[in-house]
Each structure stands twice: as structure tokens, then as C-alpha cells.
């Protein structure tokens, strides 16, 4: 069964670099063309999806976010990575992991609370 | 402001029917399909419809997707506690090289 574990670190100052890595176990995360993304929940807010990337290396990201934001792959280490600059107060959040296929983000990491 | 307009509750008593909806627009509903999660809190979310209204898995069959032009709904039949929660639809938008968008959630209350 497929397995996403977010981990990175859990307090940051503003103005600094967030990088999150997620980590793919029970699958292949090159195996097939599925998207890999990031989705972020702002306390007692609604979901907001960051960004993603293909096992080709495609990525795909937020509109509001892109000057910040870059995801990135290690596909032999089955992980793929979160990288947000200059964060302020507005990015602390819970941030997910997750597989986008054809049933859509599924599964999902247990998600890793982040504060700035 | 989320892309896709969800009302923010919505509430019913056990055995009841609830409609949950869902408004975008050409670009996202009205040419890619809809998704549904439900998000107990606390926990990551789940798929409870995908492509507009199919059902994983596990789903139980009170839960029923449609898709109509631009916007969209998830009905909830037969009410349970459990399912108490937040919703959220989503889906792809094709502007702006293409993303993701959700819509700003559901919480349902079951009294």
C-alpha cells in the first residue's frame, strides 16, 4: 500500500527558506505518470494546492505562489521536495504530500504542521 | 477568495438528504472533472467522489456526485454522524499553464 510521509523542519523565522521533503513508500514514484503534489491548510482554513510534478520532471505550480515556490524530485531516492522562499506568518499551515491520479489526490501524507 | 464557491455550512439531522454545491467557471468545471474530500478534523483528507461522480472504493453509496456545466454538487442521502465533517470540491483549471483549485469547503454539521 502506498505511503507519504512529509518531514522537513517545523518552526522557521520570517524571511527564511521552507524545504519539505516527501517521502514515497510502497510504490515506485517513477513508475507511472501520475502528478506529485503539495497542498497546504492554513489553521482553521480551507486547502490550497501548491504545486506538483511528474515523474518526468514537469512540474506544474500556484499561480499566486510561483516566484516562490519550486518542487522538486530525487526519483532514485523515491522523494520529491517543497522549496518555498521568504516565508512570512501567512505560510504557517499544515502542509501535505499527496498522489494525483485518476481518483484524484489520493493517498495523502499525514501532513506536517509548519510555523513561521 | 477560493476559485471554486462552496457555501461555508451546511447541516441535517440523521437519515436526512444533504446537497452540498459547487460554482466555477469554463475554465475548470465547466471542461475538467470535479472531485470531492472529506476532511475530518485533524485528519488528512479523503476522495469520497472523483471524475465528477464515481466512487472509490469503500465509499458508502449515499454519497453521489453530479456535474452540471459550470458547477457542481455532492449529495449526502441518509445522514450519519459520521458524516459530520468539511468538504471541499476541486478541481483542474486550465489557465495560467494549469493548476489545481479548490473550493473554500463545506462544514457539515450533523445535529
Known amino acids: 500500500q502506498l505511503r507519504l510521509q512529509e518531514s522537513g523542519p517545523r518552526l522557521l523565522k520570517p524571511s527564511e527558506t521552507l524545504s519539505l521533503t516527501c517521502s514515497v513508500s510502497?510504490?515506485?514514484?517513477?513508475?507511472?505518470?501520475?502528478?506529485w503534489g503539495w497542498i497546504r491548510q492554513s489553521p482553521g482554513k480551507g486547502l490550497e494546492w501548491l504545486g506538483s510534478?511528474?515523474?518526468?520532471?514537469?512540474?506544474y505550480s500556484n499561480p499566486s505562489l510561483r516566484s516562490r515556490l519550486t518542487v522538486s524530485s530525487a526519483t532514485s531516492k523515491n522523494q520529491f521536495f517543497l522549496n518555498l522562499t521568504s516565508v512570512t506568518a501567512p505560510d504557517t499551515a499544515i502542509y501535505y504530500c499527496?498522489?494525483?491520479?485518476?481518483?484524484?489526490?489520493?493517498?495523502w501524507g499525514q501532513g506536517l504542521l509548519v510555523t513561521v | 477568495q477560493s476559485v471554486l464557491a462552496q457555501p461555508p455550512s451546511a447541516s441535517g439531522i440523521p437519515g436526512q438528504k444533504v446537497t452540498i454545491s459547487c460554482s466555477g467557471s469554463?475554465?475548470?468545471?465547466?471542461?475538467?472533472?470535479v472531485y470531492w474530500y472529506q476532511q475530518v478534523p485533524g485528519t488528512a483528507p479523503k476522495v469520497v467522489i472523483y471524475?465528477?461522480?464515481e466512487r472509490p472504493s469503500g465509499v458508502p453509496d449515499r454519497f453521489f456526485g453530479s456535474k452540471s456545466g459550470t458547477s457542481a454538487s455532492l449529495v449526502i442521502s441518509g445522514l450519519r454522524s459520521e458524516d459530520e465533517a468539511d468538504y471541499y470540491c476541486?478541481?483542474?483549471?486550465?489557465?495560467?499553464?494549469?493548476?489545481?483549485?479548490f473550493g473554500g469547503g463545506t462544514k457539515l454539521t450533523v445535529l
Open positions: 499527496a498522489r494525483i491520479r485518476g481518483v484524484g489526490f489520493d493517498p
Open positions: 510502497g510504490g515506485s514514484f517513477a513508475s507511472s505518470s501520475y502528478q
Open positions: 510534478i511528474l515523474n518526468t520532471g514537469d512540474t
Open positions: 469554463s475554465s475548470n468545471i465547466g471542461t475538467n472533472y
Open positions: 471524475r465528477n461522480d
Open positions: 476541486a478541481a483542474w483549471d486550465d489557465t495560467l499553464n494549469g493548476h489545481w483549485v
